[in-house]
């Protein structure tokens, strides 16, 4: 993955992201106040030699104090001093305890030494501060002093005495607030990659080409971006003509067009690996799609364990395809209009679906529709649950795969391949299904701004023999008094934008 690829897993997953960084907020500014807050107080202290009156030894006083700088920080937080600061301030902690509370700390190349202390009560803190910064100094006096020596040559004065702190150390609110926000970022963002790097389903049309080619499998013919209100207008050529959709499945009819010309199939099965991804919904626009062109269509729903197309365009579903199959009916007494295609529901739900559809029977059912039809479209069952689909491979022309975006596994992909493949069935090409409009560029977006536009009529008008000519868009005129009915003349104008509209002009006779 390129960073344009993580760009867009972020882009895609920006709802978990945001859900984590809120949480992350929450929780920091939460934190506060289920903490108790802590306050700081520091000493500093000077650490000196006491021997030296020349330069020289000034010097070597300075190397040999910065030299032992360090061991003495180590002494402030030991039992050495502890113990006696717990005893004269009669603290309620062990000295374990407290030397958890000390740190010393040396900056580089000087002699300064910085004590400091922790506690849960401000003044409590200074005080102690305090005190360990006189035991310590005694403590490192004691250490450095020959034996028999009355003095030290160490000597450790407290330039800075602790004071009681104003605010509190810890917890800072605006520093949980920052780290809580990056947290849930950071969070988030991992795990949209991870879930993205787990993720084996095809997500965009460049995926699903690149799936295919890598089986050596067949083209992509298009992609249906998704909608929300196709459950409403299951018809989209017909609900919304100029639609995303409707485009979708014009530019699928186109594709089949191509797929073989020698030999254009006419019968084509739809199918997907497995139920829910929307085989019914390409069946149905498909049909529609190839009867906008003037051409007639059957849809055949040989979906006998789940059909849906009947409810799905309101039909009757009691007669229909099993009722031919069984000797009740005949195809033309059972077949219903959907508008501008017929349809052949699926009729009642049989026990034994697929003897009944690997029949010589079904076979000679869709042989007439195709003598009859100029397009005969199947909605099949899926593939992978149950052998329905591959039944019918001898009766049809070729299968068209519906792959849904998001959902479909490559795996199951490959399955479904693999399994009408081994029955000899010819996949004439797959269609990737509810694709989202911002995976796969800026396609829908020109389809979008290319419908057609409203015409709105002009404040303008035209003016023939000196009367006045309403423009494109303005009521008809009556007609002249004593005369001939004005006569209109249609015309086209090209637009700005290149798109031809209608212009309307009336000539008055000539007297």
Known sequence: MDLRDYLRVLSRRWRAITLLALLGTGVGVLTPHTVTPEYQAGTEIFVSVREGTDTLRLAQGNVFTQARVQSYAEVAASPLVTRHVVRTLRLDMTPTQLSHRISATTQPDTVLIRLTVTDTRPERAARISNAVADRFADVVRTLE???DAETSPVRLTVTQPASVP??????????NLAIGLMAGLV????????????DRSVRSLKAL????AGFGGPPVLGGITHDPRAVRHPVAVRDD???LRAEGYRRLRTSLRFVDVDQPPKVIAVTSPLPREGKTSVAINLAAALAETGASVCLVDTDLRRPSTARTLGLVRDAGLTTVLIGQAEVHQVLQSAGSFSVLTSGSVPPN????????QLRAVLRSLAEKFDHVVVDTAPVLPVADASVIASAVDGYLLVVRASRTSRDQVGATLRTLERVGAAVLGTVLNMTSSKDEGGAYGYAYEYRPQRQTTSRFSMRLGGRRVPSAGSAPLLPTPGGEPDVQATDTEEA???????????RSPQR
């Open 187 to 198: 969070l988030g963002a991992g795990l949209a990659v991870a879930r993205e790097s787990m």
């Open 145 to 147: 002093s020959p034996g």
């Open 209 to 212: 080409t690149e799936l295919l």
């Open 496 to 506: 700005l934008d290149g798109e031809p509209r209608p212009v309307t002009a009336e």
């Open 166 to 175: 104003s605010a509190p150390s810890s917890p800072r609110p605006a520093v």
């Open 353 to 360: 679906p697929t003897e009944l559809l690997g029949s010589a």
């Open 241 to 243: 003509m100029h639609g």
